[in-house]
Nanobody, 121 residues
Framework: QVQLVEFGGGLVQAGGSLRLSCVASGSIFSINAMGWYRQAPGKQRELVAGITFGGGLNYADSVKGRFTISRDNAKNTVYLQMSSLKPEDTAVYYC???????????????WGRGTQVTVSS
């Protein structure tokens, strides 16, 4: 089974920084893309940042210039460096992976359990 595990959430003051990590493990044939989503209480889950393993990037407008997504293909790992954090960034952050398998669909989506990020003012 494919498993995604997130690390790095916590409590930080406004203006501070955190780095989130997500490691994909298991019977993985090929990772097409990985990304970070977040969900605050009472709100829908939204895309924060995504990266293809070919290097394509996508950011939500609210985090452009403050967050940076990167990946290590050999380690099946994606990172989210978060700087200049705001209280509005408070949410559960979820790792997502788009994975292909032999003789299977081109895209199979997996989610981590999520990690809480809380930004105090």
């Amino acid at each position: 089974q494919v498993q995604l595990v997130e690390f790095g959430g916590g409590l930080v003051q406004a203006g501070g920084s955190l780095r989130l990590s997500c490691v994909a493990s298991g019977s993985i044939f090929s990772i097409n893309a990985m990304g970070w989503y977040r969900q605050a209480p009472g709100k829908q889950r939204e895309l924060v940042a995504g990266i293809t393993f070919g290097g394509g990037l996508n950011y939500a407008d609210s985090v452009k210039g403050r967050f940076t997504i990167s990946r290590d293909n050999a380690k099946n790992t994606v990172y989210l460096q978060m700087s200049s954090l705001k209280p509005e960034d408070t949410a559960v952050y979820y790792c997502n992976a788009d994975i292909s398998f032999p003789l299977g669909p081109d895209s199979n989506y997996y989610w981590g359990r999520g990690t809480q990020v809380t930004v105090s003012s």
